[in-house]
């Protein structure tokens, strides 16, 4: 009797054991079965075991935060995950039995057939499994629900400017009617992360458990608005009325670029662009965070067109560097190439078509400029030991290089390609990193300016990294105000981006 007993609970504990769920294990014992099967080589396991391993740990994390509803969904996600595995495991077993029966009763039309069955579904479930692998190869995305920048070739991946956007709205109307258009904006007219437009550009998303990427982000090409400080915009909404007409609201999606979303793993998504990008500012739209890039043109020893507002013919543009962002920092001597007025507009509709007469205050500012910052105060502005000069060389390019009607009453906003074609016009030898302010524009009309400070290769003449600054000209729009306009964008560069940025590299 008592032998009857023992074989009894020996044999109920082995089969209790083999019914167990993957809902039932803990994370201790998930591990261990996970090292069995990678012993065993066996893929579809190791596979199973990974998925339910994340799972359980999200529950765990999950619980422990007091958030029961995700953890009961969650747990409805592991048996699931368990329930579906042994469902395969069912159709097989049952699958199997019929084979013998048929055999049996010699009806081997019929084997045949579940045979075929058989193996369909082991091509399947292996088939699965092998997708299922791919995780070996995924690069470790630290943050879920964020699109990384991935890198296919070498497998890495680069996190995008992270923003949380702030809502403006631009009203009009008259007459009746009225318009309004509601704008998510984020400061600055360029990211500080650059891709190249003939860069194979693939990005990557790791989603929540249950969670639809398609519903998450979009991604939207950024307007650059704004007279007194630009910024990027993203159109939300336009909201119009009219009398006797009512109301409307629509949704702006103008600016979407198509993409494409690829599962390559069980929360895994490879966003692709359907098309390739055009250069400009681009974001990644959702969860109410945007997750910003800059697209530019790849020059590398190739013959590229240009097309600017002069319409400069084709050049050899051979602007490679190896330089990075943080080497503008991390060098202990720079070039300093003074202001360079070549691509410079003055809006002031009272001196239009006296271009002869103003261009004389041009080279008033530089000097003023130069007296108040030589390149000693810059040097311990930027702490750096050292800085030569290449001034009176870029100073006098505006000469040749100004637009004819420079003086005019359009906003003028100079491109990144227009920046880069134009240094590659410099004829300075040399190599390091040079810095040279650009003004864009002084507003006489509106008394705010916009300048650009460039840093890059001086060998290859490529851009390493640009910054616009704004502001208002000091003391009114005269011609010490601009002066000083100049002078406190320097110091403002240094203060608000120059220094805060140096601190992290």
């Known amino acids: ?77 592991l048996k699931s995950l368990s329930n579906g595995d042994n469902e395969d495991n069912d159709k097989k077993t049952k699958l ?70 702030e809502m403006k709205t631009q009203a009009a109307g008259g007459f009746g009617y009225a318009q309004a258009t509601s704008f998510w904006v984020i400061q600055g007219v360029k990211s500080d992360v650059t891709l190249n437009a003939n860069e194979n550009t693939s990005f990557i998303l790791k989603v929540s458990p249950g969670m639809n990427p398609v519903d998450m982000f979009r991604l939207v090409k950024f307007q650059i608005l704004g007279k007194r400080v630009p910024s990027r915009h993203m159109a939300a909404f336009t909201s119009s009325s009219a009398a006797y007409a009512g109301s409307s609201t629509k949704e702006r999606r103008d600016n979407d670029v198509p993409i494409i979303y690829n599962k390559i793993d069980d929360g895994y998504y490879e966003i692709l662009i359907n098309g390739k990008l055009l250069p400009g500012e681009y974001t990644f739209y959702g969860l109410g965070k945007m997750y910003s890039f800059s697209v530019n043109t790849s020059f590398s020893n190739n013959t590229s067109r240009i097309s600017n507002e ?117 004829k300075t030898n040399g190599n390091g990193i040079g810095l040279v302010l650009i003004p864009e524009q002084f507003n006489e009309d509106r008394d705010n300016y916009t300048v650009e400070f460039v840093w890059f290769d001086v060998s290859s003449k490529a851009i390493i990294h640009n910054q616009k600054i704004s502001g208002r000209a000091h003391g009114g729009v005269t011609q010490a105000g601009w002066r000083d306009a100049l002078i406190d964008a320097t110091r403002n560069y240094i203060d608000q981006f120059y220094k805060k940025e140096k601190v992290f590299k």
């Open 96 to 165: 199997e039995e019929e084979i013998k029966k048929a055999i049996a009763a010699e009806d081997y039309e019929k084997a045949n057939k579940l045979k075929k069955q058989l193996e369909r579904l082991k091509t399947d479930k292996t088939s699965s499994s092998n997708n299922e692998t791919s995780l070996i190869s995924l690069p470790a995305v630290e943050f879920i629900n964020q699109v990384y920048f991935w890198n296919k070739t070498d497998n890495s991946i680069r996190q995008l400017e992270y923003d949380t956007p």
């Open 310 to 426: 002069n319409n400069t013919a084709s050049v050899n543009l051979n602007s490679s560097t190896n330089y990075s962002k943080s080497d503008i920092y991390k060098d202990n001597s720079i070039t300093w190439f003074g202001l360079d007025f070549s691509l410079f507009n003055l809006t002031f509709t009272k001196k239009m078509g006296r271009e002869d007469e103003m261009i004389k205050y041009i080279g008033i500012w530089q000097k003023q400029y130069e007296k108040e910052i030589p390149p000693s105060n810059l040097a311990r502005w930027l702490r750096k030991p050292a800085v030569s000069s290449e001034k009176d060389y870029s100073e006098s390019l505006y000469r040749s290089n100004l637009k004819q009607n420079w003086i005019s009453f359009d906003y003028h906003d100079i491109s990144y390609n227009e920046i880069q074609n134009h240094l590659t016009k410099y």
């Open 1 to 77: 009797m008592k032998k009857f007993i023992l074989m009894f609970l020996i044999f109920s504990c082995t089969h209790s054991f083999a019914q167990k769920q993957l809902s039932e294990y803990t994370t201790q014992e998930l591990e261990q079965k996970k090292k069995e099967a990678e012993s065993a080589n066996n893929v579809s396991e190791i596979s199973l075991y990974k998925k339910a391993i994340e799972i359980r740990t999200q529950i765990d994390e999950a619980v422990l935060a007091e958030d029961y509803s995700k953890a009961a969904t969650l747990k409805k996600q």
